[in-house]
Nanobody, 124 residues
Framework: QVQLVESGGGLVQAGGSLRLSCAAS????????MGWFRQVTGKEREFVAA????????DYADSVKGRFTISRDNAKNTMYLQMNSLKAEDTAVYYC?????????????????WGQGTQVTVSS
């Protein structure tokens, strides 16, 4: 099992920045790919960004490309999402996810482990 705990959410004005963290524990050696997803009440959980844990290769949704940066610190077993130039439409609960089988996947179904989510609210 892998346990994931997100932190760093909050309220920010449009144009501002936040950095989310996702701390992993447990069988972290089994992690192959990790990602960030977000969900607005009443809507599907959507892909934001993903990375391959070993190589650090990344992928982004078009809606966040150029504004968000996903990264990881292998020594700390922690993944980050730096969010700049935030917009009101970025408001959502953000979830981190980890999987053992597929790298850089945009499909939430392939991720086996999920955090509890952290709320990000961007005021316009």
């Amino acid at each position: 099992q892998v346990q994931l705990v997100e932190s760093g959410g909050g309220l920010v004005q449009a144009g501002g920045s936040l950095r989310l963290s996702c701390a992993a524990s447990g069988r972290t050696f089994s992690m192959y790919g990790m990602g960030w997803f977000r969900q607005v009440t009443g809507k599907e959980r959507e892909f934001v960004a993903a990375l391959t844990w070993s190589s650090g290769s990344t992928d982004y949704a078009d809606s966040v490309k150029g504004r968000f940066t996903i990264s990881r610190d292998n020594a700390k077993n922690t993944m980050y999402l730096q969010m700049n130039s935030l917009k009101a439409e970025d408001t959502a609960v953000y979830y981190c996810a980890a999987g053992s089988r597929f790298p850089l996947s945009r499909d939430k179904r392939v991720y086996e482990y999920w955090g509890q989510g952290t709320q990000v609210t961007v005021s316009s």
